[in-house]
């Protein structure tokens, strides 16, 4: 029934920024929402949460102080704002619905479709 649809993704140079937005169709408020992603050959891993008010965020070191989760419930949607991109940031981004972490796992209701970026040197 919910389903996240994505968009903003795209080739860019090192340094650039890029924004990345996820339109939610379904039950979005209380939910914690979160973006992840996976590149060739690795794990999916994770790149930031949003608590269902948006008063806590949370990022991987990886990406914590270039990257910035939002969201806006009335208009049900989620953006995740990256700047000073890398090209170890180049990866499949996935929206992610109903977020939870138990100890060093992640769980998660639904998953968007995925959109490439693509971080060039």
């Known amino acids: 029934q919910v389903q996240l649809q994505e968009s903003g993704g795209g080739s860019v140079q090192a340094g650039d920024s890029l924004t990345l937005s996820c339109a939610v169709s379904?039950?979005?408020?209380?939910?914690?929402m979160g973006w992840f992603r996976q590149a060739p050959g690795k794990e999916r891993e994770f790149v930031a949460v949003?608590?269902?008010?948006?008063?806590?965020?949370f990022y991987s070191d990886s990406v914590k102080g270039r990257f910035t989760i939002s969201r806006d419930n009335t208009k049900d949607t989620i953006a995740l704002q990256m700047n000073s991109l890398k090209p170890e940031d180049t990866a499949v981004y996935y929206c992610?619905?109903?977020?939870?972490?138990?100890?060093?796992?992640?769980?998660?209701?639904?998953w968007g479709q995925g959109t490439q970026v693509t971080v060039s040197s």
């Open positions: 992610a619905y109903d977020c939870n972490k138990f100890s060093k796992t992640w769980s998660v209701a639904s």
């Open positions: 379904g039950t979005f408020d209380r939910y914690a």
């Open positions: 949003i608590t269902w008010n948006g008063a806590t965020t």
